[in-house]
């Protein structure tokens, strides 16, 4: 059996000082972390994670929120027009010439979702729906993936094409903090 006191231990000290009311902060609006310095608009970039992990994309800007914009061209290794966390990709030394392709009316907005879809999803009705319909792109984002890849696939030689294509993956004995991008 052990001690009596053990029992009765505590490890609250009390003093004479008693805590103030913390004053809240506004929270600063957080600014866009800066470019890499192997990313700049046409490098190749390799994704590390999501649904597209170890395509190749090419970068075209960085948008006001921080992320990158990037895309595949669709046609080549099916990768859209998407935001991409420059944590979660690696920068390569090749490059792409990206002089056609007009970014500028792409913004964090044409990403949002909408909202209504998202309240609708979680009412009752549409968990006992018989027929849940899948939606694909809408008629603009298909038309602004055309606006983009198109002067891009004329610029992409065969085996910028090619290699656009394969998807980056590492074998046995291949090290990344060995390798140069």
């Known amino acids: 059996m052990g001690h009596a006191g053990q ?50 994309v090419i970068f075209l800007k960085q948008l006001e929120s921080g992320l990158l914009l990037v895309t595949g061209p669709y046609g080549i290794n099916g990768v859209p027009i998407r935001r991409v966390n420059q944590a979660y990709c690696i920068g390569t030394s090749t490059k792409v010439d990206i002089k056609g392709v007009d970014c500028s009316k792409i913004s964090d907005a044409n990403f949002k979702g909408d909202e209504k879809k998202k309240k609708d999803a979680k009412s009752e009705s549409s968990m006992f729906a018989a027929e849940a319909k899948k939606e ?14 198109a002067p891009l696939m004329k610029s992409l030689d065969a085996s910028m094409k090619l290699y656009l294509k394969k998807r980056f993956s590492l074998s046995a004995r291949e090290y990344p903090h060995e390798m140069k991008f």
């Open 7 to 56: 029992a009765r231990c505590s490890r609250h000290f009390f003093s004479n000082k008693r805590k103030q009311a913390s004053v809240k902060k506004v929270k600063k609006v957080q600014k866009a972390a800066p470019l890499k310095k192997t990313i700049s608009p046409g490098s190749i970039l390799i994704l590390l994670a999501g649904p597209f992990r170890g395509r190749r």
């Open 136 to 149: 694909g792109p809408t008629e603009e984002k298909k038309s602004l993936q055309k606006s983009l890849d």
